[in-house]
């Protein structure tokens, strides 16, 4: 259901996840930024107004991501990458536990026990996402 007032919420934590978080990247093209310090790889990009930061690991998999929308600061941390499809293997990693806490009160704890593989017609991002906003929507 489209709702404008939530419209910046729902583009930014599709952002913070790690398949919406690439295609966000991607998206923002030059404006995407790499840099590594101190043996630490760092992703940045806009998305819903705002600034993401990624931390990322050496297969280049976020373990840590912040942003601020408004007053509110998110922090989203990926731990377990894998495979966790059992019934055929995709070789899509994505992480099996993701926590996520907004001004440092937890929002989510999600284990992920099994992943059903891609199905041709599905969306990554609802179209009620960026229905709404401004021509913003990541490529597929």
């Known amino acids: 259901t489209p ?10 934590h599709y952002a913070l996840m790690p398949i919406g978080m690439a295609k966000t990247a991607k998206a923002a093209g030059d404006a995407a930024k790499v840099t590594v310090a101190g043996g630490v790889t760092t992703l940045t990009f806009p998305a819903a107004g705002t600034t993401v930061t990624a931390t990322l ?3 280049m ?25 059992d019934d ?27 992943i059903a593989p891609y199905r041709r ?15 913003s929507r990541p490529s597929s």
């Open 57 to 59: 690991n050496k297969y």
């Open 3 to 12: 709702m404008p007032a939530a419209l910046a919420y729902r583009q930014l």
């Open 88 to 114: 055929a293997k995709a070789d899509i990693y994505l992480p099996k536990h993701v926590t996520e806490t907004m001004n440092g009160m937890p929002l989510l704890d999600l284990t992920v026990t099994k």
């Open 121 to 135: 017609g599905c969306s990554a991002s609802p179209r009620s996402v960026w229905a709404s906003g401004p021509s």
């Open 61 to 85: 998999e976020p373990v840590k991501a912040e942003a601020k929308l408004g007053t509110d600061t998110y922090v989203v941390t990926y731990e377990q990458y894998g495979d966790w499809n």
